[in-house]
C-alpha cells in the first residue's frame, strides 16, 4: 500500500467521523396550534410532571397523617399523659411545635429516601 492511499483512506475516515459528529438540523415547529401543544406535551413531558405533582402532595399529605396521629401521639404518652408535645414552650418560643415540623420534615425526607432506593432498586427511575 502507498502512501497516498493511506493517505486517501485517513481522509475518508475523517470525512466519515466529521458527518458522524456534525449535528443534524432542527426538525422546523410544528405548524397549527394543535401540534405545537402535542409537542409541548410530548417534548417536556408534562403528563408525567403533573402526575408526579400530585401524587407528591398526597404522598405528603400521609407522611404528615402519619406523623400528627401515630408518632406525636407516641411522643406525648412518652412525655405524659397531660402533656401535648405540640405545646412546649421555652420563654416565648413554641418549642414543640418547631420540633414537630422538624421532625415532620425529617420523617418526610426518610419516607422519600427509601420510596426512590425502591424505585432505583426496581429501575423505576429511568
Not at 493517505?7 to 415547529?29: D, F, G, H, N, S
Amino acid at each position: 500500500m502507498s502512501n497516498t492511499d493511506s493517505q486517501a483512506e485517513i481522509l475518508q475516515e475523517l470525512k466519515k467521523i466529521r458527518e458522524l459528529l456534525t449535528p443534524a438540523p432542527t426538525p422546523p415547529p410544528p405548524k397549527g396550534l394543535w401540534n405545537e401543544f402535542m409537542t409541548f406535551l410530548s417534548q417536556y413531558r408534562v403528563l408525567g410532571l403533573a402526575v408526579a405533582f400530585i401524587l407528591g402532595l398526597y404522598l405528603g399529605a400521609v407522611v404528615q397523617g402519619l406523623v400528627n396521629d401515630i408518632i406525636m401521639p407516641v411522643i406525648s404518652f412518652v412525655l405524659g399523659k397531660g402533656s401535648s408535645f405540640q405545646n412546649i414552650i421555652f420563654g416565648p418560643f413554641l418549642v414543640g411545635a418547631f420540633a414537630s415540623v422538624v421532625l415532620t420534615f425529617i420523617i418526610v425526607a426518610i419516607v422519600i429516601f427509601i420510596i426512590v432506593k425502591i424505585a432505583t432498586r426496581w429501575g423505576l427511575n429511568k
